[in-house]
C-alpha cells in the first residue's frame, strides 16, 4: 500500500540558518510527489512538485526537494529560513490513476527561532 | 483563473446535529473533487472523492456522506454528528488525469467544526 513517512514531528531551527525536513515513502510505480505548506488555519499551498525529469526540483519561497529514487526519499531544503517560513510542511505522494489521489505523510511543524 | 470556495468556515455543532458543508469550484470544468479532514496534531485523511458528478467513492466508512450534485459543487454531509467528527475539513480539487495536469490539488481554505 502507498504510504508516506515525515519521521519529525516538530523541528525548531534559528532565522538565517539551513533547513532539511525528511519525507520517505513507498509506492510501487514512479511516484508523482508534493510538498504543501499550511499556515495556522489555512489550507494547503503547494511548494513544489516532482513528476519526471530532473531529480532536484525548485519551488516557491526558495525552497528545493531531491528525489532519490534509491533511497525513496523527496527531502525538502532551504539554504536559509526566514521567520515567515513557520508553518507546517506536508509531503504527498500521487496515485496516478483516474482519482488523482494524493497520500500525505502526518507533517513536520516548523518552528523558527529569531 | 481557478478558485475553490468553502464555507462555512468556522462552525460549532451538538451531537446528534446535522452537518453540510460546500465547495464550489470556479474557472475550470469537470474537476475531480476531494473532502480531507485533518484532525488535530494529524495528518490528512481523505473522506471522499469525485470524479464526475453523482460518483462518490469513499475511502473510510464512518458518519459522514459526500454528495455532488453539480459539476463544480461538492457537499459534505452527516445526518447526526459524533464527537470524533469534529476537525478541519478541507475541499480541493485536480485537473483530470489524462489532461494538462500533473495532479496536484488545490485546496480551499477549510471548514472548521467543533463537535460539542
Known amino acids: 500500500a502507498q504510504s508516506v513517512t515525515q519521521p519529525d514531528i516538530h523541528i525548531t531551527v534559528s532565522e538565517g540558518a539551513s533547513l532539511e525536513l525528511r519525507c520517505n515513502y513507498s509506492y510501487g510505480a514512479t511516484p508523482y510527489l508534493f510538498w504543501y505548506v499550511q499556515s495556522p488555519g489555512q489550507g494547503l499551498q503547494l511548494l513544489l512538485k516532482y513528476f519526471s525529469g530532473d531529480t532536484l526540483v525548485q519551488g516557491i519561497k526558495g525552497f528545493e526537494a531531491e528525489f532519490k529514487r534509491s533511497q525513496s526519499s523527496f527531502n525538502l531544503r532551504k539554504p536559509s529560513v526566514h521567520w515567515s517560513d513557520a508553518a507546517e510542511y506536508f509531503c504527498a505522494v500521487g496515485l496516478m490513476d483516474s482519482s488523482y489521489k494524493l497520500i500525505f505523510g502526518s507533517g513536520t511543524r516548523l518552528l523558527v527561532r529569531p | 483563473s481557478q478558485t475553490i470556495h468553502q464555507w462555512p468556515a468556522t462552525l460549532v455543532q451538538p451531537v446528534g446535529s446535522p452537518l453540510s458543508l460546500e465547495c464550489t469550484v470556479e474557472g475550470t470544468s469537470n474537476p475531480n473533487l476531494y473532502w480531507y479532514r485533518q484532525a488535530a496534531g494529524r495528518g490528512l485523511q481523505l473522506l471522499f472523492y469525485s470524479v464526475g458528478i453523482g460518483q462518490i467513492s469513499s475511502e473510510v466508512p464512518q458518519n459522514l456522506s459526500a454528495s455532488r450534485p453539480q459539476d463544480r459543487q461538492f457537499i459534505l454531509s452527516s445526518k447526526k454528528l459524533l464527537l470524533s467528527d469534529s476537525g478541519f475539513y478541507l475541499c480541493?480539487?485536480?485537473?483530470?488525469?489524462?489532461?494538462?495536469?500533473?495532479?496536484?490539488?488545490?485546496f480551499g481554505e477549510g471548514s472548521r467544526l467543533t463537535v460539542l
Open positions: 480541493a480539487w485536480s485537473v483530470k488525469s489524462g489532461g494538462t495536469g500533473t495532479g496536484e490539488l488545490f
